[in-house]
Nanobody, 123 residues
Framework: QVQLVESGGGLAQPGGSLRLSCAASGFTFSSSAMSWARQAPGKGLEWVSGIYRDGSDTYYASSVKGRFTISRDNSKNTLYLQMNSLKPEDTARYYC????????????????RGQGTLVTVSE
């Protein structure tokens, strides 16, 4: 079955960096666009970034543009999110998701996403 398993979360200081990974299985990874989304405590899901199936185009939410970089390695069926210049407001559970989101009542929804990895940005 389709599986998306995130890793790389943890505690970082403001201004620090983390690199998230997402191992994909159960589908043809190189044929799917992929996304990252996050959910902060007490808030709704927020789309963060997306990448085309061949990595040719990437997109970012304004809140992370210039600080986060999405990438993929289709030979390893793995999606990445390099997060630099982290801020406390980046604290959230980060999810890897298959394809682009659809909007439902203003919030992104994905047919398939992983269990997430927790990122905490604090002194």
């Amino acid at each position: 079955q389709v599986q998306l398993v995130e890793s790389g979360g943890g505690l970082a200081q403001p201004g620090g960096s983390l690199r998230l990974s997402c191992a994909a299985s159960g589908f043809t990874f190189s044929s799917s666009a992929m996304s990252w989304a996050r959910q902060a405590p007490g808030k709704g899901l927020e789309w963060v970034s997306g990448i085309y199936r061949d990595g040719s185009d990437t997109y970012y939410a304004s809140s992370v543009k210039g600080r986060f970089t999405i990438s993929r390695d289709n030979s390893k069926n793995t999606l990445y999110l390099q997060m630099n210049s982290l801020k406390p407001e980046d604290t959230a559970r980060y999810y890897c998701a298959k394809d682009w989101p659809t909007l439902v009542s203003g919030y992104p929804q994905f047919e398939i996403r992983g269990q997430g990895t927790l990122v905490t940005v604090s002194e």
